[in-house]
């Protein structure tokens, strides 16, 4: 079928890395393995999950919790500011 493109798809923690949600690939999967992450309602337990563009990704964040919608695959891990421009925040 031409024309139709393949979904992306990311691994939580990777995209946690390249989001600076976590300074590094290891507290990302540490982060994951809490058994806290949730993506689109489903509780993730290992890093290699997979994310794609409109997934809805809950995950603690310091004392509070953070909810968010990805909007863009992540190529690599730049600024603050590229990095913010791959989601929205929902809460």
Request: aromatic share 6%; net charge positive.
């Amino acid at each position: 079928m031409a024309g139709l493109q393949e979904t992306e798809y990311i691994r939580i923690d990777k995209l946690f890395y390249y989001l600076r949600l976590a300074k590094s690939r290891s507290t990302s999967q540490e982060i994951c393995e809490t058994g806290h992450v949730r993506r689109d309602g489903k509780r993730i337990v290992s890093g290699h999950e997979k994310a794609q563009i409109g997934s809805v990704i809950t995950m603690p964040r310091g004392d509070a919790i953070l909810i968010f919608k990805l909007d863009d695959i992540p190529k690599r891990r730049g600024s603050a500011k590229e990095a913010q421009s791959h989601y929205q925040i929902i809460n």
